[in-house]
Nanobody
Framework: QVQLVESGGGLVQPGGSLRLSCVAS????????MYWYRQAPGRERELVAT????????TYADSVKGRFTISRDNAKNTVYLQMNNLKADDTAVYYC??????WGKGTLVTVSS
């Protein structure tokens, strides 16, 4: 059974940075595409970023391109989301997903002055 645990969320001022981490249990991490999603209050869940199993290919939502970077460390079963130049619209609960089959419980990011 795969478990995903996100961390790194918090309160940050506009223009600030945060790095989210997601640690996966189990042996399937290194063979799996990983995703970061987010869900803001009153909105549907939105795909933020994707990274393939070896880390060689990444994709981003237009709203975060140039500001967010997804990466992974397969030796640590961990996927990261580096978020720079944060905006109020980035406020949401951020979730990681393994193959979209398994989901973490999320970590809250609040961007506010």
């Amino acid at each position: 059974q795969v478990q995903l645990v996100e961390s790194g969320g918090g309160l940050v001022q506009p223009g600030g940075s945060l790095r989210l981490s997601c640690v996966a249990s189990g042996s399937s991490f290194s063979m799996s595409t990983m995703y970061w999603y987010r869900q803001a209050p009153g909105r549907e869940r939105e795909l933020v970023a994707t990274i393939t199993s070896g880390g060689g290919s990444t994709t981003y939502a237009d709203s975060v391109k140039g500001r967010f970077t997804i990466s992974r460390d397969n030796a640590k079963n961990t996927v990261y989301l580096q978020m720079n130049n944060l905006k109020a619209d980035d406020t949401a609960v951020y979730y990681c997903a393994l193959r979209r089959d398994y989901w973490g419980k999320g970590t809250l990011v609040t961007v506010s002055s």
